[in-house]
């Protein structure tokens, strides 16, 4: 979840994400996806504002809610460009500021019908003051620059694709409250308040991966659509979906990377230089997320995981990346 200037609490309930390998059968990818076991924290990193520690190590592991971390939870949360640790967070799982206000919140309720399984909550305005020498929130000014986000993990343990006739992804999101703080500066396409799924996935003997991507909530747009285009020379067109009959059948896929710029690696965030894939939402989100409802999550990823490899194989013109599925796995959810 990353957030400019936003106020932005998120509800989550993770059901299952089920794996058809045929019609009998049903394997359950996820494990504890009601969080049960709590969630290990890992210090901020990527943070190089000077006067803030960088890159903190920890001598004890820290998992929430109990902070005891004897539970071995399965699901890790990686504060990156983070300026305050949620690890100092109190027994209600919230840091709060000098005010009593809450500036992020990470709260576990497994199995709860009402407010969900995890609640996500970070005050952007709170972020970017404490990472201000003069305690005032700044705009950055472009993407290669670092803003908080959190990465909401685990690993996964799928096997070969080649065993599976369907990649099943069902869940529900709901937001609770998403309060702007527009000012002077404010460009909508930087500074945004977005919650992403992302999945690798991965080449089994190499290693290399690329990301596949379902946007849950961009305050922006009610739906996402392809993040990449099918091209044919300069002529680029968005498709509606993976066969869309009116892109010409000879066209390429042309996806973006995560990375901001020719020389990217000087960038203060990097990125990964990683091909994603971002599916459109209105096959998956079944309803606005904006109506702060709970929204239906579901549908198939496995046509978009075969889509995407032929992506990355246009764009690495094969090398890397075999065609066969057989070579492929799903990696960090």
Not at 49 to 67: D, E, H, K, S
Not at 77 to 90: C, E, G, P, R, T
Not at 116 to 134: K, P, Q, T
Request: with cysteine; proline share 7%.
């Amino acid at each position: 979840m990353s957030t400019v200037f936003k106020y932005c609490l998120f509800l989550l309930i993770f059901l299952p994400c089920v794996l058809v390998a045929d019609e009998t059968k049903k394997q359950a990818l996820l494990s504890d996806n009601h969080f049960v076991n709590g969630v290990r924290i890992t210090p901020p990193a990527n943070i190089r504002f000077g006067f803030l520690p960088q890159n903190i190590t920890r001598a004890t592991p820290v998992c929430l809610p109990q902070r005891d971390c004897s539970t071995n939870p399965a699901w890790q949360l990686q504060q990156w460009a983070n300026a305050q640790d949620i690890a100092d967070a109190k027994m209600d799982g919230a840091l709060y500021d000098e005010n009593s206000n809450i500036q992020k919140r990470l709260q576990l309720k497994p199995n709860d019908p009402v407010d969900g399984d995890v609640l996500l909550e970070i005050n952007g305005l709170s972020e970017f003051a404490v990472r201000s020498e003069d305690g005032v929130p700044r705009y950055i000014s472009d993407l290669g620059k670092p803003w908080p986000h959190w990465l909401l993990s685990q690993q996964l343990e799928s096997g070969r694709l080649t065993q599976y006739h369907h990649l099943m992804l069902s869940g529900q999101v709901k937001l609770l409250l998403d309060k702007s703080q527009h000012a002077e500066g404010c460009n909508p396409a930087i500074h945004a308040a977005r919650l992403v799924l992302a999945i690798t996935v991965r080449n089994r003997l190499t290693g290399d991966y690329f990301w596949l991507t379902l946007p849950l909530y961009d305050d922006r747009y009610p739906h996402s659509d392809f993040g990449c285009q099918k091209c044919n020379g300069d002529n680029c067109v968005t498709p509606r979906f993976i066969n869309d009959p009116a892109v010409n059948p000879s066209s390429v896929w042309r996806c973006p990377e995560d990375r901001v710029g020719e020389q990217w690696w000087r960038n203060e965030k990097t990125g990964t230089a990683r091909m994603i894939f971002r599916v459109p939402t209105s096959g998956f989100i079944h309803g606005d997320v904006r109506h702060k409802n709970w929204v239906q999550v579901n549908g198939d990823l496995l046509p978009y995981v075969k889509a995407g490899i032929e992506a990355v194989r246009q764009r690495e013109n094969g090398r890397r990346f075999p065609a066969d599925l057989f070579f492929y796995e799903l990696g960090l959810f």
